[in-house]
């Protein structure tokens, strides 16, 4: 029988590389490119992905405990800074910097590679569905699953 807390390590494993998947998805796939904002909110997720998976190989169960709860709260990191973000594309708040394309080369080369490059802003959503961006979409999922997570780690009474 697996145990909440299994469920909850699963779920610390699971939520942010779907997040991720999702992310790089609709970046490659769908051509939604990451302004630096939506870069910041990934960090997090990638930390939280190694946290749970080194977790898999703890055999003491409240150091693992402990590892699953770490990696909720990268969620949860990366859960408020999406927060903030979606308030800076709702226009709530202003943002912490000036989201520029990314360029590289020189000479002529430079100039084709700022010509070229798309222009990706913080403060502006790209995609939403139901009012919601992908930020906000992020922030939901983050912070709902984080508590999620660390309330089955914690109330779990079976090993």
């Known amino acids: ?29 769908g051509g939604l490119f990451p302004c630096e904002m939506c870069w910041w909110q990934r960090y997090p997720h990638f ?3 190694a946290i749970a998976v080194i977790a898999f190989g703890v055999g003491n169960l ?11 709260l990268a969620i949860a990191t990366s859960g408020g800074i999406a927060g903030f973000h ?5 226009g709530w708040w202003e943002g ?9 080369g020189s000479g002529d080369d430079l ?23 992908l930020a906000g979409y992020n922030f939901l999922l ?3 699953g984080a508590v999620a997570i660390l309330g089955m ?7």
């Open 1 to 29: 029988m697996t145990s909440k807390f299994d469920k909850a390590h699963w779920l610390a494993f699971l939520l942010p590389a779907a997040l991720l998947a999702g992310a790089y998805g609709s970046q490659y796939i």
């Open 47 to 49: 930390a939280a992905v």
């Open 86 to 90: 979606a308030g800076v594309e709702y």
């Open 142 to 144: 983050s912070l709902g």
């Open 96 to 104: 912490l910097t000036a989201c520029t394309a990314t360029i590289s």
């Open 62 to 72: 409240a150091f693992r405990k402990t590892l699953v709860a770490l990696a909720a």
């Open 153 to 159: 780690t914690w109330r779990n009474k079976k090993p």
């Open 111 to 133: 100039i084709k590679s700022i010509m070229n490059a798309p222009l990706v802003r913080c403060d502006v959503a790209p995609w939403s569905l139901f009012g919601i961006s």
